[in-house]
């Protein structure tokens, strides 16, 4: 049974700090990840992608990789309150489903 | 593009009733994928279709299928409704690549009284 953990929060972040999230999973042959954000009611959207080891920026969101670990992490620099939602780790191998983590609630102070 | 549409939105069934729901992809997108989305469970994996073919399938039972038509669009069938299929159902569209990122459509809520 292929498996994604992620702390299921609340993890408080004031306004202005980095918010940083983590996912780990179990299969060590997953290729693709995926980290979504959900707003309370809302489905859920895509915030990035990243398939390589490493880091990968977009904006103020920097997604990390380190498949010899097996975990991927999402930062969130200068974190806003409209930050504020359950963020969604999501991993697949190839064209298989992808399996997603339980999600973590963030929040934002102002 | 037109995003992922979902109708109906909003659905309250009682027991033992069946239901079904509809998902409309994005243009050009072949692969449909449905979830189940609870407080307690968080997204579950349903089944996936791809060019009218189921190609991959959740750990649901038999009462929950599903099937997609030569223009992408997608229905999910729940037959003999339980009181805990209530949830968020939602669909999922991509191009059906390896690795295609999937977009979301708004949902359908259903409420099994």
């Known amino acids: 049974q292929k498996e994604v953990e992620q702390n299921s929060g609340p993890l408080s972040v004031p306004e202005g700090a980095i918010a940083s999230l983590n996912c780990t999973y179990s299969d060590r042959g997953s290729q693709s990840f995926f980290w979504y954000r959900q707003y309370s009611g809302k489905s859920p959207e895509l915030i990035m992608f990243i398939y390589s080891n490493g880091d990968k920026e977009d904006g103020r969101f920097t997604a990390q990789l380190n498949k010899a670990s097996q975990y991927v992490s999402l930062l969130i620099r200068d974190s806003q309150p409209s930050d504020s939602a359950t963020y969604l780790c999501a991993v697949s191998f190839g064209n298989e489903k992808l399996t997603f983590g339980t999600g973590t609630r963030l929040t934002i102070i102002p | 593009k037109a995003g992922v549409t979902q109708t109906p939105r909003y659905l309250i069934k009682t027991r033992g009733q069946q239901v079904t729901l509809s998902c409309s992809p994005i243009s050009g997108h072949r692969s449909v994928s449905w979830y189940q989305q609870t407080p307690g469970q968080g997204l579950q994996f349903l089944f996936e279709y791809f060019s009218e073919t189921q190609r991959n399938k959740g750990n649901f039972p038999g009462r929950f299928s599903g099937r997609q038509f030569s223009n992408s669009r997608s229905e999910m069938n729940v037959s003999t409704l339980e009181l805990g299929d209530s949830a968020l159902y939602l669909c999922?569209?991509?191009?059906?690549?390896?690795?295609?990122?999937?977009?979301f459509g708004p949902g359908t809520r259903l409420t099994v009284l």
């Open positions: 999922a569209s991509s191009q059906g690549r390896t690795a295609d990122t999937q977009y």
